[in-house]
């Protein structure tokens, strides 16, 4: 009997990790690490320890205690069984950390599945210096609605969109019937066919695992589209006489390249941290500068105008080499610090307040609205759908005929064969 397990992504936003299990067979769906900035055990410059961080981590339940996935080098004194069973597999959804984050540590043997985009994003990340913990993970690229067997399931994989290229949702044919699981995904977005695409072809699945992100935050705002975040950013470098200062999404490549579009249309260089500028050539992006690096700070002092200035949260300070104040305008693109949960937030408002300079979040999320949300839900009208990546899930409003299973965190099994979670 097939059997569903949910290893994070319960009751928070982000690590997502799904164990789907027959006869021994099991397919996991994304395992990344939790996003909660402000929160935690590991937060404020405080990490596990390099030369035992997964043992910390799988004490801290900051990782799943799940045996045969991990390299079994990495489980010294642990007492959880490493290295492969032969009869497992990971399937990536997006290369954001909250899905990715703990696939360094998953064994070589283990096959690991992703979309050719996602994979290219975790190379550039990697070029860049910025892998995930535990090593270099491997993937296979999966192409888009091919059928993959293994063991008992057949896995396909197809594009959903999100604030990252590449994103997908999956469709695991058991032997108890199709589950379904959207990963992050949106309607809003530049591709929101393929978003709809997907929930047709799900349609009439046993389960529907579906992020629940909006959910969380009390439906006070209707979401943006990307197009009118395009709109904002062409009209803030229409009306700002001075500087602009951005932080914007940097994995959001598609923003990315539209902003820079722009930015070159009305005659401003944009010019980046060289970290960021180093992944964003890794992926490909022409013509992209470095601040420091390809264009001193004192050039870009001397024509504030000419340029639009990305600054990462360890940058703020470069605001006090550079002419930002009332003719300036710093633009909030869904870069880091996200939102006002995360505590470096106001640490920004206080730099701009110092520097008396303007605020213009301009930004859209990545996360299908409420209303979204539902009409994918009624569009698949799966007989059981598990609201997942959420901090107030039970606020999905469910079809009749469908029943809405809250999954609990970890030694759960789901079995799909009855009306009721038994
Ligand atoms: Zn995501």
Redesign the pocket.
């Known amino acids: 009997m097939v059997k569903v397990s949910f290893w994070g992504g319960v009751g928070v936003i982000?690590s997502s990790k799904i164990l789907i299990e027959d006869d021994g067979w099991r397919v996991l769906l994304d395992f990344g690490l939790d996003y909660h900035p402000g929160h935690g055990l590991f937060r404020m410059g405080v990490g596990p320890r390099p030369e035992r961080a997964l043992a910390d981590r799988l004490r801290t339940d900051a990782a799943p205690s799940i045996p045969n996935l991990y390299k079994a080098s990495a489980l010294n004194g642990t007492g959880l069984t490493g290295g492969s069973d032969g009869k497992t597999a990971v399937f990536i959804?997006?290369a954001?950390l909250?899905?990715i984050g703990l696939t360094g540590w998953v064994d070589r043997e283990v096959p690991m599945f992703a979309s050719p985009e996602t994979i290219r994003v975790m190379d550039g990340l990697q070029q860049a210096g910025e892998s995930v913990e535990g090593g270099v993970p491997r993937f296979k690229p999966m192409l888009e609605g091919q059928p993959l067997s293994f063991g008992p399931f057949q896995v396909r994989r197809y594009d959903v969109d999100?604030?990252?290229i590449g994103?997908s949702g999956y469709a695991v044919d058991t032997r108890d019937g199709l589950v379904a699981f959207t990963?992050?995904i949106r309607l809003h977005g530049r591709h929101p066919e393929q978003s709809r695409s997907f929930c047709r072809t799900v349609a009439g699945a046993r389960a529907l695992i579906i992020e629940g992100t909006s959910l969380s935050f009390g439906f006070a705002d209707a979401e943006r589209k990307e197009v009118e975040v395009d709109q904002l950013f062409a009209a803030a470098i229409a009306s700002a006489p001075g500087l602009i200062l951005l932080t914007v999404y940097p994995r959001n490549l598609e923003r990315v390249a539209a902003f820079a579009l722009a930015s070159g249309a009305a005659g401003r260089t944009m010019v980046w941290p060289p970290g960021l500028a180093r992944f964003f050539r890794a992926m490909g992006l022409g013509g992209i500068r470095a601040w420091g690096e390809d264009i001193p700070l004192a050039e870009i002092a001397s024509r504030p105008a000419q340029f639009i200035v990305d600054l990462e949260s360890a940058d703020w300070p470069v605001m006090l080499d550079l002419p930002s104040g009332p003719a300036s305008v710093f633009l909030h693109a869904n870069g880091e610090p996200l939102g006002p949960f995360d505590p470096r937030w106001d640490v920004l408002q206080d730099w701009l307040r110092f520097t008396h300079t303007p605020f213009w979040p301009i930004g859209t999320g990545?996360?299908a609205s409420p209303d979204d949300l539902r009409w994918m839900v009624e569009t698949v009208h799966p007989d059981i759908v598990f609201p997942l990546h959420s901090l107030a899930p039970d606020r999905l409003m469910t079809p009749p005929g469908t029943s809405c299973w809250l999954p609990q965190r970890g030694g759960r099994r789901y079995g799909l064969t009855k009306d009721a979670p038994g």
């Open positions: 982000g959804t997006h954001h909250d899905h999100h604030d990252i994103a990963g992050d990545g996360h």
